[in-house]
């Protein structure tokens, strides 16, 4: 829980200030020690009774686009980002209304997500962003087990969607 609660945002510039009605999280969760791969999320818990609701991973297509940069904070996500304007407002049509939401930069290279290795040693493709993944929300799981037993789903769109056989 200690980790936990250092990836917790305690204030958000920009953003309303009665947006913490509900707890919200983002750092980084190492996927892969020797290649220096690390993933980059943001979690929001359910505006109400954040227990009793299940979570939804969300993933952006593309490939290549970030799921923070566009699902969160153009689409689905709490906040959206105001045109014009360096603020945030709060979206009335959240799905953190229903659900918690875990927004994943994936693969590394996308988004807030990062390799520490030359793309030419590691290239990136359909396999390496299932291991990835597959990697980091065991992680997450150890890092929020509260949500470990709850209703899971994953959502997303465009290349977000294809299925991936080994």
């Known amino acids: ?3 936990q609660e250092l990836d917790r945002v305690a204030s958000l510039p920009g953003a309303p200030s ?5 707890k919200h ?3 980084y969760v190492t996927t892969d020690e020797r290649l220096g791969k690390a993933l980059f999320y943001w979690f929001f818990e359910a505006m109400e009774k954040p227990d009793e609701k299940p979570l939804v991973l969300w993933l952006n297509g593309g490939p290549g686009c970030s ?7 153009q689409e689905l ?3 959206l980002v105001k045109k014009d304007v360096p603020e ?3 979206n009335p049509y959240a799905w953190n209304q229903a659900a918690n939401l875990l927004f994943l930069d994936s693969p590394a290279g996308v988004g807030f997500s990062y390799t520490n290795t030359s793309f030419e040693i590691d290239p990136p493709g359909d396999n390496s962003t299932a291991h990835g993944s ?3 929300l065991v992680r997450w799981f150890q890092r929020f087990p509260q949500h470990k037993m709850k209703e899971f789903y994953i959502a997303g769109e465009s290349y977000a969607g294809l299925p991936t056989y080994p």
């Open 18 to 22: 009665y947006s913490y009605a509900f």
């Open 1 to 3: 829980m200690a980790a």
């Open 88 to 90: 945030l407002e709060l």
């Open 134 to 136: 597959y990697a980091f």
């Open 67 to 73: 799921s923070v940069g566009f699902g969160q904070a």
């Open 25 to 27: 999280y983002s750092g």
């Open 77 to 79: 996500g709490p906040f």
